[in-house]
């Protein structure tokens, strides 16, 4: 025969009063998905100022150029992010 206190449903049940850890859900898919498009999104950048650089001064290897700086920046971002991220 189990034994049930009178109070067990009436009892209010405690909150959950843990702290949500930081960089969770949302935070923490927007943190990765914007590095996952810096490196692309700073490529493509470097490739429009090669093309328009190109475009006046009729040097075809300042679109190769953009890009590499391109290329160079957006790692140079990602890796600053990572560096931030691993500090904390």
Not at 16 to 39: C, I, Q
């Given at each position: 025969?189990?034994?049930?206190?009178?109070?067990?449903?009436?009892?209010?049940?405690?909150?959950?009063?843990?702290?949500?850890?930081?960089?969770?859900?949302?935070?923490?898919?927007?943190?990765?998905?914007?590095?996952?498009?810096?490196?692309?999104?700073?490529?493509f950048?470097?490739?429009?100022?090669?093309?328009?650089?190109?475009?006046?001064?009729?040097?075809?290897?300042?679109?190769?150029?953009?890009?590499?700086?391109?290329?160079?920046?957006?790692?140079?971002?990602?890796?600053?992010?990572?560096?931030?991220?691993?500090?904390?």
């Open positions: 025969m189990a034994s049930f206190r009178k109070n067990d449903a009436t009892e209010p049940k405690a909150a959950n009063t843990e702290p949500r850890p930081r960089g969770t859900g949302l935070v923490w898919f927007g943190k990765y998905l914007s590095l996952a498009l810096t490196l692309p999104a700073s490529v950048a470097g490739y429009m100022l090669g093309v328009f650089a190109n475009h006046f001064l009729h040097r075809s290897w300042l679109i190769a150029l953009g890009i590499l700086l391109g290329m160079a920046a957006g790692l140079i971002q990602v890796v600053r992010e990572i560096s931030r991220e691993g500090s904390k």
